[in-house]
């Protein structure tokens, strides 16, 4: 399971937030409440986190219905978005409006001082194989990342060509998806995507409130 971690307020505001260390707001908490006993269910016997504080926190959760213990890992991380992190989505477009563009078509490179697709896919989809490995037969793990991170690996993970990110749309706060091991070296299989547990602040947050950048799935 991919999941992603609950809301902030930077989320709220459709802030950058890159590597900021900003932490879970009240909804965020809510979300990761209501996500931990679905995962539960499932019987995860292993957890692995960003060691961003929004990612600990949602892994917080997990860890206590599950009784697993989180390990951290910096390669988690979301993109370092660089020079932009702290702008609100208005503020880069009205300043920076053919970056903005491209970023927005996904060219995460144009970010001055950010960090490229290439590098983020390398480092996140590194410990998924890791995560991947250490997992038995039968036997569920969860890694709890972010949107943008989450996003490329997944892809990478899936052996789809990398241009299809941009058909991929981003998970929700909280959302999760289910990738299985066909066996046999054989591809894994996406068998759920942006799943979320019934909390109905989701449901009635208007679209452009959801996320930084929600299409895009970064934050």
């Known amino acids: 399971m991919l999941l992603r971690h609950g809301r902030t307020a930077w989320n709220d505001e459709r802030r950058a937030q890159g590597h900021t260390d900003v932490p879970l707001d009240d909804?965020?908490?809510?979300?990761?409440a209501a996500a931990a006993p679905v995962i539960a269910a499932l019987g995860p016997v292993a957890v692995w986190t960003s060691d961003l504080a929004?990612?600990?926190?949602t892994a917080a959760y997990v860890e206590k219905a599950t009784g697993r213990t989180a390990v951290?890992?910096?390669?988690?991380?979301?993109?370092?978005?660089?020079?932009r992190t702290g702008m609100t989505m208005p503020e880069y477009a009205a300043s920076f409006p053919d970056e903005?563009?491209?970023?927005?078509?996904?060219?995460?490179?144009?970010?001055?001082g950010g960090e490229s697709t290439a590098a983020v896919t390398a480092?996140?989809?590194?410990?998924l194989r890791e995560a991947l490995a250490a997992l038995g037969a039968g036997e569920?793990?969860?890694?709890?990342?972010?949107?943008?991170?989450?996003?490329?690996?997944l892809v990478d993970l899936l052996g789809w060509p990398g241009e299809l990110v941009a058909t991929v749309r981003g998970l929700d706060n909280c959302g999760w998806a289910m990738l299985e091991d066909t066996?046999?070296?054989?591809?894994l299989r996406l068998a759920a995507y942006n799943r979320v547990a019934n909390f109905e602040t989701?449901?009635?947050?208007p679209p452009q409130s959801r996320d930084f950048v929600s299409a895009d799935g970064v934050g």
Do not use: I
């Not at 951290?72 to 020079?83: F, Q």
């Not at 569920?140 to 690996?153: F, Q």
């Open 140 to 153: 569920c793990g969860v890694v709890v990342s972010h949107g943008g991170a989450l996003k490329v690996s």
């Open 202 to 205: 989701v449901a009635e947050r």
């Open 72 to 83: 951290a890992d910096p390669r988690l991380r979301e993109y370092d978005l660089g020079e």
């Open 27 to 32: 909804v965020g908490h809510a979300q990761a």
């Open 183 to 187: 066996g046999a070296g054989r591809a």
């Open 54 to 57: 929004r990612a600990r926190q």
């Open 100 to 112: 903005y563009a491209a970023f927005r078509r996904g060219r995460y490179e144009v970010v001055p």
């Open 123 to 127: 480092r996140v989809a590194a410990v």
